[in-house]
């Protein structure tokens, strides 16, 4: 199985834009493309939280806390998935991962963002 890497993450100020990418380049693209994949927050001392999932014919869904702001989307050719993170606010602080919606692959290190008041 393949291990996501995630990258993108940094310092912003908040209501501004970062855009996270994530690539499975081990995987098998026709597994990978099967696949329901997401993007995870896990912010300082809680437990990581499926924010925002994408189906291969790219469906998507997102929590409360982060429709209308962030985007997933996917590349199936190129196995990755993508997070456009806008009007960013300082509780969107943590480090993000990508996987698919019941965590089947190895976790990768993820990508951390902070966002400055």
């Known amino acids: 199985q393949g291990q996501p890497v995630e990258s993108g993450g940094g310092l912003v100020q908040a209501g501004g834009s970062l855009r996270l990418s994530c690539k499975v380049s081990?995987?098998?693209?026709?597994?990978?493309?099967?696949?329901?994949m997401g993007w995870y927050h896990q912010a300082p001392g809680k437990q990581r939280e499926l924010i925002a999932t994408?189906?291969?014919?790219?469906?998507?869904t997102y929590t409360d806390s982060v429709k209308d702001r962030f985007t997933i989307s996917r590349d199936n050719a190129w196995k990755s998935v993508y997070l456009q993170m806008n009007s960013l606010k300082p509780e969107d602080t943590g480090v993000y991962y990508c996987?698919?919606?019941?965590?089947?692959?190895?976790w990768g290190q993820g990508t951390q963002v902070t966002v400055s008041s």
């Open positions: 996987n698919t919606d019941n965590g089947e692959f190895p």
């Open positions: 994408i189906t291969r014919l790219s469906s998507t």
């Open positions: 081990r995987a098998i693209t026709s597994v990978f493309n099967s696949k329901i």
